[in-house]
């Protein structure tokens, strides 16, 4: 009995236990059933789906930046160029802590105060996702000790980068430009020209200068590769592969020992002067005072730097030759003059006697002449050697405004000249509507009577300068001026010209445009208000010499050097084409309260000639021989004058 | 002689589970080899683990049940005497205390605990009468609660899950009352949002993650997304042996050990996971049977929880890789990379076949 009790327990309890088995097993098989839905629904129903985010997941797109075209000189200086150096770089997406991670970096690799800023400001220009250099220009051990500590540093990169270089640092730096990293602004700009994909993984971009200006060019076309990638976005293997299109070398007019011959020669001189060939328009020189290092841009620009550079009283960032406006004074008789003889006013033997001022008929208000007493008797060729005043207060009245300005603007004046550079200011040259326009008064005979000497209203820029006595030098055929001779294809070197253009072409009288040259030539002569300019001189050089006044001279008070603050003191110019009879150079500089264009301005483009038409090399410069009026404060600058 | 020892080698194997372990384990060194980018070394220390799991089980499979039974009570002491020396000197790996330095060896108490709670409660179970009271339960469950709530603590939830679920097995087989299981499942749903704030963080996380995990697709949800991907894309017949783009270009993380269904389901397809779903099921099957046919209700319960416990395992391993369970760190048996989990899997594995071939000795 007992035992048939524990026989019967013993049944029963193996009967229930396979029961709960059972049911278990059944529980087994239900889940495996919903994991094996699972699997149908995942592999096969949501198959296409899986597979194309697998391949998304799988290939990646990697843009390969080409190199950017080198700009060289006409004789293949090297003026911009690229390396490739190490960045370290971290993505402030994939950093907890991004000041902890540069502390821990800063134990094993020097991270300066001014990389941290710089990393600062970079990173505010910059989305979390794009990686920002904290050092740049690391050295193969800084490389190597970080190699070593990369596992400790998720999101912390050593990158190998093509930064851009300009060997000869000061040189040109107006013209050349510079690039930096690409903001808002370009991008807006880029997709606005539809050029966004074009510039995938590039971070820099031209700015100003040439580098803004042929950016198109420069930067060339971006290659890309597929490649599979894994999930740190590591490439693994390459599948296919679009190689860049490396940008174009643009190959310049300018010459860069004329370039520096050029900015040499205005010691501490602020001021510009620019050389064109007048011929093709080609610019040989193209000289901005006191200039910079575009270096320091390319990085991006630490704060110090860029506050001395954005703060100097010399205003060393703006590019004076296209964006400094001045009066044109005296320069612009020879203007006048060839104005009048065209119009049949000032024909030879015409001549007046100077008696040292002039007045408007009906009023007692004297236009005095630079030189009192005045210049004896003066006929046109004679009033631009002597640069008399009086003979051209008087033209310019003769002629009246309109024809006047009509005139001279196939010179240039007043307009753009094209220059391949962004951002050219037009100067002005006034006419009663543009007075009415701009001041709603009407327009006063006294102020066509100082336009007459280049006084007034009459603004330009040194290129519009320069351009002008290019024109007149080339008997008034307008070439358009251009930096960038030709563009040279980086991957087969071919060159294609950039094609010299005609913009203008007014019909002159060839005696009439003899007698302002000889008139200019004699300036340079014994008796000429330059001649110490020509002298020894084997070529003949014709010019005109300028003073603009910076600030205005009350009636009747004489003009007193010694009191005038140096900021104050009149502007030198000087405008030159030679040789004379078949000039291939010309030029115009300014020298920025530089009081006489003879002394100051001329020196600098008899420097300039002469290297040009001779190959002569000036003496190394001597130092500056008026220390004394230099430094004196004086926060006033000609842009804002005039603007 | 060979011959006599063969036979004595094979005594108390089960040559259908055997065979079943063998051919899932060898799949493994294949899949392994491929989700470790083809490294040979690591394929080889797995085998190495096998080896010395297979050794074990062998030993165990040697063991008499009712040795075994005797083992239960000493076995679950000391656990528990490491589960407590963990909690106050265990060492902290990746944010977890589970390690313990013993003199010359790291153990792993919970991993011997895996062992330890389901003999200890089938021990407890078999020597009541077959009337089992409530409070029996209720001391099955206390005894099971406490190691439990350790490793839970340390924090381990997968291990805790699995020990957890494998004490269930032998309570609910031993004859827990429906009527006590359903008040216990309205239980837990009314406990649930108390369990929820007990939970870590990350566990929490992990939870909320598998609702949504494209809530956090560089995060937390980075595991789901990127496995369902590679399972998704493997198709039915999968992308071949050695050719998962997923895996193979390191999108799967852990992928050699917790996720590494994802490479098998990726390279091999829909047909490859339910032909290793039937070996699975083959496993379990064999395992049933032989619960089905011990001879008392130690070696029954026992087998039976191992067996489940093995299917649980896999279901939740499969479950979370494949995105319909929460990411917890459960291994794939038999699959996955690492010699722990193997060695206490076969050592369960050489229990069921200890079971199985020591029958006759039991009964006349």
């Known amino acids: 009995m007992n035992y048939r009790s524990e026989l019967r327990n013993y049944q029963l309890e193996q009967h229930n236990f396979r029961l709960r088995l059972a049911f278990m097993a059944v529980l087994v098989l239900v889940c495996f059933g919903i994991l094996g839905s699972r699997f149908f629904f995942l592999q096969m129903l949501k198959y296409d789906y899986f597979q194309t985010l697998a391949e998304n997941n799988r290939i990646s797109l990697v843009p390969i930046v080409p190199n950017r075209g080198l700009i060289l000189d006409r004789n293949g200086v090297i003026l911009a160029h690229n390396f490739f150096a190490y960045t370290l770089e971290i993505t402030p997406s994939k950093v907890k802590n991004v000041e902890d991670t540069i502390n821990e970096i800063s134990e094993f690799i020097e991270v300066s105060a001014a990389d941290r800023k710089r990393f600062k400001k970079l990173r505010a220009q910059s989305h979390s996702f794009e990686s920002v250099p904290i050092r740049t220009h690391l050295n193969e051990v800084e490389a190597a000790r970080f190699a070593v500590n990369r596992y400790r540093f998720h999101g912390v990169e050593i990158r190998s980068r093509l930064f851009r270089h300009y060997p000869e640092n000061n040189l040109g730096a107006h013209m050349l430009g510079y690039i930096g990293r690409i903001n808002d602004r370009d991008l807006t700009a880029l997709s606005e020209a539809n050029e966004l994909s074009n510039y995938k993984g590039s971070d820099h971009i031209g700015k100003s200068g040439l580098e803004q200006y042929y950016e198109r060019q420069l930067h060339g076309t971006t290659g890309f590769q597929q490649v599979e990638i894994d999930a740190d976005g590591h490439a693994v293997r390459v599948l296919s592969s679009t190689p860049p299109v490396p940008g174009d070398n643009l190959i310049l007019s300018i010459d860069s020992k004329l370039q520096r011959i050029g900015e040499e020669a205005f010691g501490d001189h602020r001021g510009a002067m620019v050389a064109?060939?007048?011929?093709?328009?080609?610019?040989?020189?193209?000289?901005?005072?006191?200039?910079?290092?575009?270096?320091?841009?390319?990085?991006?620009?630490?704060?110090?730097?860029?506050?001395?550079?954005?703060?100097?009283?010399?205003?060393?960032?703006?590019?004076?030759?296209?964006?400094?406006?001045?009066?044109?004074?005296?320069?612009?008789?020879?203007?006048?003059?060839?104005?009048?003889?065209?119009?049949?006013?000032?024909?030879?033997?015409?001549?007046?006697?100077?008696?040292?001022?002039?007045?408007?008929?009906?009023?007692?208000?004297?236009?005095?002449?630079?030189?009192?007493?005045?210049?004896?008797?003066?006929?046109?060729?004679?009033?631009?050697?002597?640069?008399?005043?009086?003979?051209?207060?008087?033209?310019?009245?003769?002629?009246?405004?309109?024809?006047?300005?009509?005139?001279?603007?196939?010179?240039?004046?007043?307009?753009?000249?094209?220059?391949?550079?962004?951002?050219?200011?037009?100067?002005?040259?006034?006419?009663?509507?543009?007075?009415?326009?701009?001041?709603?008064?009407?327009?006063?005979?006294?102020?066509?009577?100082?336009?007459?000497?280049?006084?007034?209203?009459?603004?330009?820029?040194?290129?519009?300068?320069?351009?002008?006595?290019?024109?007149?030098?080339?008997?008034?055929?307008?070439?358009?001026?251009?930096?960038?001779?030709?563009?040279?294809?980086?991957?087969?070197?071919?060159?294609?010209?950039?094609?010299?253009?005609?913009?203008?072409?007014?019909?002159?009288?060839?005696?009439?445009?003899?007698?302002v040259t000889q008139g200019m030539v004699n300036v340079t002569l014994p008796g000429g208000t330059a001649a110490s300019i020509g002298a020894g001189s084997p070529y003949a050089i014709a010019a005109k010499t300028g003073t603009a006044q910076v600030i205005g001279i009350k009636q009747n008070e004489k003009y007193n050097e010694s009191k005038i603050n140096e900021r104050h003191l009149d502007h030198a110019l000087f405008i030159a084409y030679a040789p004379a009879d078949d000039p291939t150079i010309a030029i115009a500089v300014i020298v920025e309260n530089g009081r006489h264009g003879g002394s100051t301005a001329g020196p600098i483009a008899r420097k300039i000639m002469d290297y040009y038409l001779l190959g002569k090399e000036p003496p190394p410069p001597a130092p500056a021989a008026d220390a004394a009026v230099t430094n004196a404060p004086e926060p006033a600058h000609e842009e804002e004058l005039h603007d | 002689?060979?011959?006599?020892?063969?036979?004595?080698?094979?005594?108390?194997?089960?040559?259908?589970?055997?065979?079943?372990?063998?051919?899932?384990?060898?799949?493994?060194?294949?899949?392994?080899?491929?989700?470790?980018?083809?490294?040979?070394?690591?394929?080889?220390?797995?085998?190495?683990?096998?080896?010395?799991?297979?050794?074990?089980?062998?030993?165990?499979?040697?063991?008499?049940?009712?040795?075994?039974?005797?083992?239960?009570?000493?076995?679950?002491?000391?656990?528990?005497?490491?589960?407590?020396?963990?909690?106050?000197?265990?060492?902290?790996?990746?944010?977890?205390?589970?390690?313990?330095?013993?003199?010359?060896?790291?153990?792993?108490?919970?991993?011997?605990?895996?062992?330890?709670?389901?003999?200890?409660?089938?021990?407890?179970?078999?020597?009541?009468?077959?009337?089992?009271?409530?409070?029996?339960?209720?001391?099955?469950?206390?005894?099971?609660?406490?190691?439990?709530?350790?490793?839970?603590?340390?924090?381990?939830?997968?291990?805790?899950?699995?020990?957890?679920?494998?004490?269930?097995?032998?309570?609910?087989?031993?004859?827990?009352?429906?009527?006590?299981?359903?008040?216990?499942?309205?239980?837990?749903?009314?406990?649930?949002?108390?369990?929820?704030?007990?939970?870590?963080?990350?566990?929490?996380?992990?939870?909320?993650?598998?609702?949504?995990?494209?809530?956090?697709?560089?995060?937390?949800?980075?595991?789901?997304?990127?496995?369902?991907?590679?399972?998704?894309?493997?198709?039915?017949?999968?992308?071949?042996?050695?050719?998962?783009?997923?895996?193979?270009?390191?999108?799967?993380?852990?992928?050699?050990?917790d996720f590494i269904f994802a490479v098998f389901g990726e390279e091999f397809g829909l047909m490859g996971n339910l032909l290793l779903l039937l070996l699975f099921t083959l496993i379990i099957g064999r395992g049933m049977v032989i619960a089905g046919q011990a001879q008392n209700m130690f070696s029954r319960l026992l087998a039976g929880s191992i067996t489940l416990t093995f299917f649980t395992y896999v279901f939740v391993n499969i479950g979370m890789v494949s995105g319909i369970l929460p990411v917890v760190g459960v291994p794939l048996p038999l699959i996955s990379y690492g010699g722990t989990s193997l060695v206490t899997l076969l050592l369960g594995f050489g229990i069921l076949m200890s079971i199985h071939t020591h029958k006759k000795l039991v009964t006349s």
């Open chain 2, 1 to 257: 002689m060979i011959n006599r020892f063969g036979s004595y080698v094979v005594r108390h194997i089960d040559s259908f589970l055997m065979g079943s372990l063998l051919f899932t384990m060898l799949v493994g060194l294949f899949v392994l080899y491929s989700a470790s980018g083809q490294n040979v070394d690591r394929v080889l220390s797995q085998a190495a683990n096998m080896g010395a799991a297979l050794a074990i089980m062998w030993i165990a499979a040697n063991i008499a049940p009712q040795h075994l039974e005797r083992l239960a009570l000493p076995l679950y002491i000391l656990g528990m005497v490491l589960l407590v020396g963990v909690f106050f000197f265990g060492e902290i790996s990746h944010g977890a205390r589970r390690w313990l330095h013993i003199g010359f060896a790291r153990i792993q108490p919970s991993e011997l605990m895996k062992i330890a709670v389901p003999m200890l409660l089938a021990w407890y179970f078999s020597r009541r009468d077959n009337t089992l009271s409530l409070s029996n339960h209720a001391i099955g469950a206390l005894l099971l609660a406490i190691p439990v709530a350790f490793i839970m603590k340390q924090p381990d939830l997968g291990t805790s899950l699995l020990i957890a679920s494998s004490g269930f097995y032998v309570l609910f087989l031993a004859g827990l009352s429906w009527r006590l299981l359903i008040g216990l499942a309205v239980f837990a749903g009314v406990m649930a949002p108390i369990f929820w704030t007990m939970l870590h963080d990350y566990q929490r996380k992990r939870i909320e993650i598998l609702f949504d995990p494209y809530q956090d697709p560089l995060g937390a949800g980075y595991h789901t997304i990127q496995a369902t991907i590679a399972l998704g894309s493997g198709g039915i017949a999968g992308k071949g042996w050695l050719h998962g783009t997923q895996s193979q270009l390191d999108f799967l993380p852990e992928r050699t050990t």
């Open chain 1, 276 to 515: 064109i060939n007048p011929k093709n328009g080609e610019v040989l020189a193209y000289v901005s005072q006191p200039t910079f290092d575009p270096n320091l841009f390319v990085d991006g620009i630490d704060s110090e730097s860029w506050k001395a550079l954005n703060e100097s009283i010399d205003k060393p960032l703006i590019n004076r030759p296209m964006r400094g406006i001045y009066p044109p004074g005296s320069t612009f008789k020879p203007f006048v003059a060839l104005a009048g003889l065209e119009a049949g006013k000032r024909e030879p033997p015409f001549s007046i006697s100077d008696p040292g001022y002039f007045m408007l008929p009906g009023s007692s208000h004297r236009y005095r002449d630079w030189k009192p007493g005045g210049h004896g008797q003066v006929d046109v060729q004679r009033a631009i050697t002597v640069s008399c005043d009086t003979f051209f207060y008087g033209l310019a009245l003769d002629m009246g405004i309109e024809r006047l300005t009509s005139f001279v603007s196939h010179f240039g004046f007043g307009r753009k000249t094209d220059i391949d550079m962004k951002g050219e200011m037009s100067g002005l040259l006034p006419t009663p509507e543009w007075k009415w326009k701009r001041w709603k008064q009407r327009w006063f005979p006294g102020e066509t009577v100082i336009t007459g000497i280049g006084q007034g209203y009459t603004l330009v820029t040194p290129l519009q300068l320069a351009q002008a006595t290019a024109i007149l030098a080339n008997k008034g055929v307008a070439m358009r001026p251009r930096l960038v001779s030709s563009i040279q294809d980086a991957r087969n070197g071919v060159v294609t010209p950039n094609p010299a253009i005609v913009v203008d072409r007014v019909t002159l009288d060839p005696h009439h445009v003899e007698i």
